[in-house]
């Protein structure tokens, strides 16, 4: 699923082959892994 999408991430305690599939590596879950995502997507579609 990860190789398929187009924009991917994965939090930092993920195992390291799964860290290498992702385009982002997120903050622990508990420490807001989703806000971190966000904040990655909004940065690279203002770029856009």
Request: aromatic share 10%.
């Given at each position: 699923m990860l190789k398929n999408a187009d924009i991917c991430a994965?939090?930092?305690g993920s195992p390291?082959?799964?860290k290498a599939l992702a385009d982002?590596?997120?903050v622990?879950?508990?420490d807001g892994?989703?806000?971190d995502?966000?904040?990655y997507l909004?940065?690279?579609f203002k770029k856009s």
């Open positions: 994965v939090p930092c390291d082959e799964i982002f590596v997120a622990a879950c508990a892994a989703v806000a995502f966000i904040d909004t940065k690279i």
